[in-house]
């Protein structure tokens, strides 16, 4: 890829997040991970009816408030303020956690610090010392939703892989990633390998390879 910035050419995370929206279908109930994934109540399809479940006890969550909507008494499990779109209800955190291990969420959108060829999820804790880990619910998401995607940068601020052969941090849960949505290519896991089913911008599965240090497969002609 001489001459082309290939990391300019990536998507943001709005973009990144109606990738992700783009694929959730109509009728499923969706859990949207703390960070980056709560981006995505804000750009849902405005044709489906998506029904967005925070982990502390809301059912039918709508995206970011506009200039002066805010209700400090609605909040996601981040403690960002939302919306509660028309008929939603609100019910104990244990409850919500019934519906989460009980396998009553279609699709789950997580953070990642690595995903590995398996499939298996590490989003918590780097492991280091003194790092401040932060498990919330993403195991019981991980282990009772579904379908569990992933959405994030591919490459952490010091320009490593998140997506590897296996995690070296601490596992939220294993084997249980499907798809991975990147700025730079969206990823299945198929029989223990990445397979790119979409490039984004000049990303192309050669230069994928050559940051990723992987051996990847072309599925761009299979896309579901």
Known sequence: MSGIDVLATRLDRTELAARVAHDIPDGAVVNLGIGAPTLVADVLPVDREIVLHTENGMLGMGGAPGHGGIDPDVINAGKQAVTARRGASYFHHADSFAMMRGGHLDVCVLGALQVS????????????????????????????????????????????????????????????????YT?????????????????????????????????????QGDRS
């Not at 989003?123 to 282990?143: C, F, H, K, R």
């Open 117 to 180: 060829q398996a499939g298996d999820l590490a989003n918590w804790s780097t492991g280091a010392e003194g790092a401040i880990p932060a498990v919330g619910g993403a195991m019981d998401l991980a282990l009772g939703a579904k379908r569990v995607v992933v959405m994030t940068d591919l490459l952490s601020r010091t320009g490593e892989s998140k997506l590897v052969v296996a995690c070296t941090y601490p596992l939220t849960a294993a084997a249980c990633v499907s798809r991975v």
């Open 183 to 219: 700025d730079l290519a969206v990823f299945d896991i198929v029989d223990g390998r990445f397979a790119v089913v979409e490039t984004m911008g000049a990303a192309t599965v050669g230069w994928l390879e050559d940051v990723m240090r992987l051996e990847l497969i072309d599925a």
